[in-house]
């Protein structure tokens, strides 16, 4: 069983104060979704976790399994298995996914798999997430369509097995049929039992295929409501006015 434990998470970008105050627990085993207006810090809080340069936290703490993951480095965080698909994904000109995959697990586990293994793995993730085979020759990103890049994110989640996933946007730009592999995805990992899911999203529609143990609405830049899965469809119906005004 593990626990990430976000306390009272203070962080700002560029002398701009973004999260004001964020609290959360997300155990192994739970999915929680996190919704929200546009700005109001859900990627912010999704990078910082991760250690990204640019947003600096100026207070409380991130514990995944009691350590301080603030004191780590990003590599060391990702070793820590902490795990995030970001909103923007970057190119790698000249990286071909197969060997990005092969560096992140060697990465991740501390040794790099075998070959043999390691190409079984990534040709059953590949199949699962109905990914064309030539994909895996690839450069990282390059040129990939908007599904393309969601499903590879959701590949790399299970190569890596991590303890926590944080997925920004996992949803976003896909078709109805990549909505279905790339949540049949979350779901498999999820049903595992061994890890925590938060997922940012900006649809109820994903939440339909991904069903959230816990609905947080955020505002301001912390969470300013919390609920079951029922709260995703009042947020569908009734939009996030009632919350941006009593944050501002
Ligand atoms: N690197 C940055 N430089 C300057 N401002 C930033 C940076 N990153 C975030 N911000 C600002 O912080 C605020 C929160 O942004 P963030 O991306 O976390 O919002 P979000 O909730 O993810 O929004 P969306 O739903 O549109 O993805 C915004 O006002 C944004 O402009
Ligand atoms: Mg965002």
Redesign the pocket.
């Known amino acids: 069983m593990s626990t990430l434990e976000i306390r009272d998470l203070h962080v700002a970008?560029?002398d701009?104060e973004?999260l004001r105050g964020v609290n959360l627990t997300v155990n192994s085993g739970q999915t929680h979704a996190i919704m929200?207006?546009?700005?109001?810090?859900?990627?912010?809080?999704a990078y910082a976790i991760a250690g990204h340069p640019?947003?600096t936290v100026t207070g409380g703490r991130v514990l995944l399994d009691g350590v301080d993951l603030l004191e780590l480095s990003v590599d060391e965080r990702a070793r820590a298995g902490l795990f995030l698909a970001m909103?923007y994904p970057v190119e790698v000109p000249g990286v071909s996914v197969s060997n990005f995959l092969r560096s992140a697990v060697t990465a991740v586990r501390g040794e790099a798999p075998k070959l043999r293994e390691f190409a079984k793995d990534l040709k059953n993730g590949m199949d699962a997430l109905s990914i064309d085979p030539a994909f895996a020759q690839r450069n990282l990103n390059e040129g990939f369509s908007g599904g393309e890049k969601k499903r590879h994110e959701i590949l790399q989640m299970e190569l890596l097995n991590p303890k926590i996933a944080v997925l920004d946007?996992t949803d976003s730009g896909l078709d109805v049929d990549a909505l279905r592999v790339v949540s049949e995805g979350i779901n498999r990992f999820r049903a595992t039992g061994d890890t925590g899911v938060l997922l940012?999203t900006?649809y109820t529609r994903i939440l339909r295929y991904v069903k959230p143990d816990f609905v947080h609405v955020?505002a301001g830049g912390r969470i300013v409501e919390a609920g079951g899965p029922e709260l995703a469809d009042k947020l569908e119906a009734e939009g996030y006015e009632q919350y941006t005004k009593a944050s501002a």
């Open positions: 970008v560029e701009k973004i929200g207006p546009n700005g109001s810090g859900k990627s912010t809080l640019k947003y909103q946007e940012i900006h955020f």
